[in-house]
């Protein structure tokens, strides 16, 4: 399962007048139930949202004041992610007309048009505030604090990571909220610039906009979406016609294979310098020891000790680490029975966890590692002047066809030839293998990202 928490705004969203209408509530209750997890992100403070909102219980953490509040309805625990305004703020508000004002744990809010006030009183007290718009509505809130901090606060104590969440909106408060997540929504009521910045616009509105959304994420987790999702992808490199080749970052298995001084280690080294980039977690594992320290990755065996399959499952139970696994303390007969144990724990943290995003074998050979990580596989790259061979071997070890085009990897560093086995029994010329022009790590630095034109599958 790739998205497991639905992350959704109250007012204008959620509800409706205020109210959450009975077939929203049942939306929520089968997205529950199928496993994913809620969290209620709002303006609101958290004494009228339990007034108006009487299933909070839903939700495992309820962010409220717009980031500056966390509360887990379950314990009924509140912890402010903030300190409140000085009371002098308050008060000289007050002396000069702005009403009505409300003070919340941290949060204080009034109306438009006071906000040209709330601007000079702010600069006057030299206080280090911000104030943020949503419908008519000004809230004044330390510097730095909105939704998407807010929200960050809950995933974190929930163990998941933003990569593996939805969000949902309308108004201009729920910007940060949308970009925080891996996927953006907004409901067809939603203001347009916020419509605009958003993955998904539901046709319907308000709650209907959600269950819609929940719809669609029980049906198919948003795979169909995909295609349209694309600008999270990671950039590998181009093809022989110069379009980029950018890489899925979820539920990706990856295997990388060449001899030693094919630049296997650097193409490796690169791939997982781009998904920390991004915050995406990634497990390499590395059959014969040969990549040494990488930034942003745990390091989990040596030459003296092997890993163990339950520190490797206990690593990325942490929704931010990544790690490379090292299996040259491994005998050369023990390295297959320990990834085929490792296998199945991997399938069983994505399906409940969504992590490692991306896991990668590096290895000389493709008959070196199991074939249940063979059959995982959903990008073939090699390296090096055997590479045709290897992708054969791999074929061979994998027991599927090979594919009919024959290619060279070529000569110059740092081309490879790629593959995507699933793609084999798609549309003609979709399964062929194709060059890669491996991209350095400093390609990436200040270039936008861009759509998948090609993408990875060679469209």
């Not at 497991?4 to 959620?14: E, F, I, M, P």
């Not at 203001?191 to 998904?200: E, Q, Y």
């Not at 966890?353 to 070196?368: A, D, S, W």
């Amino acid at each position: 399962m790739r998205y497991l928490a639905l992350c959704t705004d109250y007012d204008g969203t959620l509800a409706t007048d205020g109210c959450v209408l009975p077939d929203t509530l049942s939306a929520l209750e089968r997205l529950l139930a199928s496993g994913r997890r809620l969290v209620l992100v709002t303006g609101r403070e958290l004494d009228e949202l339990q007034a108006v909102c009487p299933r909070l219980d839903l939700f495992e953490y309820v962010v409220a004041e717009n980031g500056a509040l966390l509360y887990k309805p379950s314990t009924g625990e509140e912890t402010p992610l903030a300190a409140r305004p000085p009371d002098s703020f308050v008060s000289t508000l007050l002396q000069r007309g702005v009403g009505p004002i409300s003070v919340g744990r941290v949060i204080v809010a009034t109306w438009e048009p006071h906000e040209t006030t709330v601007l000079s009183t702010i600069r006057d007290l030299g206080l280090e505030l911000q104030v943020i718009f949503n419908k008519g509505a000004v809230m004044i809130l330390p510097a730095g604090v909105n939704k998407a901090t807010g929200l960050s606060h809950a995933l974190e104590k929930m163990e998941l990571s933003p990569h593996n969440a939805v969000a949902i909106g309308d108004a201009e408060n729920d910007h940060a909220l949308l970009a925080s997540c891996e996927c953006s929504a907004a409901v067809s009521n939603a203001l347009p610039t916020l419509k605009n910045a958003a993955d998904i616009v539901t046709t319907a509105d308000h709650g209907a906009g959600v269950v819609e959304l929940i719809e669609e994420m029980l049906r198919d987790d948003l795979a169909s979406r995909e295609p349209k999702l694309t600008r999270h992808h990671i950039l590998l490199g181009t093809d022989d016609r110069g379009a980029e080749v950018r890489l899925p970052p979820q539920g990706e298995t990856v295997l990388l294979v060449g001899a030693r001084d094919s630049g296997k280690s650097e193409a490796a080294a690169g791939l997982m310098e781009r998904l920390a980039q991004k915050r995406y977690t990634f497990c390499a594992i590395d059959v014969e020891g040969d990549q040494g320290t990488v930034a942003h990755a745990v390091a989990l065996g040596s030459p003296s000790r092997p890993p163990t399959a339950n520190e490797i499952v206990k690593l990325f139970r942490g929704a931010d680490e990544s790690g490379v696994i090292n299996l040259v303390g491994l005998s050369g007969s023990d390295r297959v029975p320990f990834l085929q144990e490792l296998a199945p724990k991997f399938t069983e943290l994505r399906e409940h966890l969504g992590r490692p995003h991306c896991v990668l074998h590096i290895t000389t050979r493709p008959g070196l590692v199991a074939g249940e990580v063979l059959r995982a596989t959903t990008l073939f790259i090699a390296l090096g002047t055997t590479a045709q061979a290897l992708l054969e071997e791999f074929c061979q070890a994998s027991g599927i066809t090979p594919p009919a085009t024959k290619l060279s990897a070529g000569s110059r560093e740092g081309t490879a030839l790629a593959w995507r086995p699933e793609d084999a029994n798609a549309q003609p010329g979709m399964g062929q293998p194709f060059r890669l022009n491996i991209a350095s790590p400093q390609n990436e630095s200040g270039r936008e990202a861009k759509t998948l034109q090609s993408g990875v599958r060679h469209r």
